[in-house]
């Protein structure tokens, strides 16, 4: 390290520039109360800090005696703390483009080896940034992984064995954020630590000592409702300057969708002219011998038997067998051996709502063993299972309306209070409920100090669904419309709401009703008219008798996937991009409605609908097997509408678009775009890579494409420093670009190499 780079870093760590001073051989400088007066001298090339009583190396001295890094991994075992439980799951790997070309992610045994390994491959490639994305399902231990392994290289920091550390950062889900409220809020609030200004801590993600594990980016994919969060991750990204490495957890990775304008807002938030390389690490169901592995952790005395037992019910791919979040709950139940039998007849009776059974059977162990009322002369349940439930959901409601995962107890205990006095229970029972509360089953405390949160987001959501039954049930405008108003609703909560409502016999057209009339208030583009519809659309799907009519409202991505409609007419509204994968579309009409994207298989035709001349449709993804074509030529989506089965209001006058035929892009244009695919798992690609992706195409893109691209300035060629280097390209334009030039190509390559000229 240079003396100019060791001033430009103190400068973070000081309050102020005058608290500190640096020559060629002094240096003083000022860190919260204390003062360091040292000598620095150069040796073999080195910058070395001398204190008199210890010599370090710029680079130890910084995070051990600036930073106090050994103090923070002290704090992190301290305040992390995983599951006690934890066993090691297995994940798919897809490697940086350099190391894995193709898009075929490899199986690795031991996911904390695999992360681990990554992470320290990653401090060794110099001038790129790594975005490791972990990415499963909801439930299935992304967040007990992330923390096992914070833990784990925290241990090794403090015993000289690594010179990194993991920081977890629970995001909650948060649409809206800024990295440095979150990142300061993590240090200060939950590890208790205050020795870094968000500044400071960049500069130690960039020197490699620190990696920010970004945990909840549930509602931060590419197709949300808001880009805010994409665009925060860019700016992050940008800001590290092609150094330092950080892992985000999410349901999914962003190079996943499959337009280019869906990797847009990240891409060009970052910017091409940064080196950033994109991982993945796809975490694995659980399999027998994980399964086994932890109920043998748990002391459950046959664990063989009692696997065996519950795949007989339930099948073996069952969730609660296979999903981390559900088989710990199912090995709590196995320990009380008495209940085991009842719970799973429970499960296996009614398999499509096998999680509401899960939990109710949690619950009703929770009421009727353990909140006993034992100041009478009988044992009586405080609450019954079904106040327990309204219990939860009054909690879950505020913890939306507040935008939290925590509630502080003083909340709490309002909330019971509120609670016991609205459903006339005796106030004697408050001081029982308050104290028990903090150890129910579904509970635990909160990353906050004297708060409590759900033991997993899951059952969050479940609980809002019970609470917004509730809402919409009595539906007060002012109410719902307070609640709609937060955020995108989770689809969980809407599908246990629906679950709920069709229960009770509920009347679908009165509230699809109710929902329009709150949709029709909305001016603008707002959570309100996009919530509105997605239940709206739920609701219609859910009731096959048909008939209802939707306008102006949004609907969130993937509205029409899996949906049953039939008779259904939607008019004046916007659809973000939707996916037609087991969707069975009848008599449906679609009138001025406006499409982002949709993705349909070539080899079904499973939409039997209308569309009107009025609907505007942005894009058509079509997939055959495992390839798939983008359309964005009106004429060319309107054929390929028709050969799915749709039917246009003023049928086309054109016979070549009643052509049975599918539409394909040019070769040449087919070459392009799998090209343009290596840019979003890195921002920078060497031929080899280009040879092994493209294989077979590999002569004709260098032949009769990468020419037309470098003439008229889409990509830059970059020389190595070392003959025996690959050449590296990478884009000179925005992906937006690229997203409007591939809209305008018409399936030909020259139009796509026009719209640079």
Known sequence: MRLKRFERILKFFADSEGDYTCNRTELMVQLREEIIDARVYM?????????GDQVLSAEQWIPKRVARLPLLARHIISYVKPPPHFVNPSVHLLDRPSSQPLDQPIRKQNAVKCLTETLNKGKEIPDATSVMYLTSAAGEGKTSLIEYLAVQQARRYASGQSDWLLVPIPLGGRTFLRFDDVVVSSLVNRLRFQMLYYDAFLELVRLGFLVPAFDGFEEMIIESSSGEAISALGRFVQSLQS??????????????????????????????????????????????DIFLRYAEKRGVGEPTKLYNSVSKRLKKDHP???????ATRLVDTALDSETLQEFLERLGNTPHDYFHEFVGGIVEREAYSKWLDKTGESSGAILTPEEHHHLLASLALEMWLSSTDCLRLDVVSILIEFYLEDNDISSKYRRDIEERIKDHALLKAGIQPKSLMFSHQEFQEFYFGLALEELLRKFDPDDVRMALDRSSLPESSVSEFIR????????????????????????????????????????????????????????????????????????DSYFRATNLNQSKLTKCVFINCEFERIEIDGSERICK?????????????????????????????????????FSVEEPPSDPQLRDNRPIRPSPNLRVLESFLRCFL????????????KLRKSAPRFRDHVLPSLIENQVLKEIKPKANNRPL????AVTMTAIDTALRNAHGEFSNFVREFQ
């Open 43 to 51: 040796r073999e090339g080195r910058l070395y800090v001398d204190e």
């Open 243 to 288: 150094n330092g490495s950080i892992l985000v957890s999410a349901r999914h990775s962003y190079f996943k969708y499959p337009s280019f304008g869906s990797q847009a807002r990240l891409f060009d938030s970052i910017g091409s002219d940064k080196n950033v390389d994109f991982i993945r690490f796809s975490l694995d169901l659980w399999s027998r």
């Open 320 to 326: 609660v067998l296979t999903r981390a979040v559900l």
């Open 500 to 571: 709920k409502f069709s229960r009770e016999d509920r009347s679908h057209r009165v509230l699809i009703n109710h929902l329009q009339e709150l949709a029709d208030r909305e001016t603008i583009d707002s959570f309100v008219r996009e919530n509105c519809g997605l239940i709206a659309i739920t609701l219609a799907d859910d009731d096959t008798s048909g008939g209802f009519e939707i306008k102006n409202m949004m609907f969130p991505a993937n509205t029409l996937r899996a949906k049953t409609l039939t008779n259904v007419t939607i008019a």
């Open 609 to 645: 609908s209308t569309i009107n001349s009025e609907c505007k449709l942005h894009g058509l993804v079509r997939y055959h097997g495992q390839d798939q074509s983008e359309y964005f030529a009106p004429d060319e989506i309107l054929r390929t509408l028709l050969q799915s089965g």
């Open 681 to 692: 798992r890195s921002t920078v690609v060497n031929e080899n890579t280009i040879r092994t």
């Open 728 to 731: 590296q390209y990478r884009l």
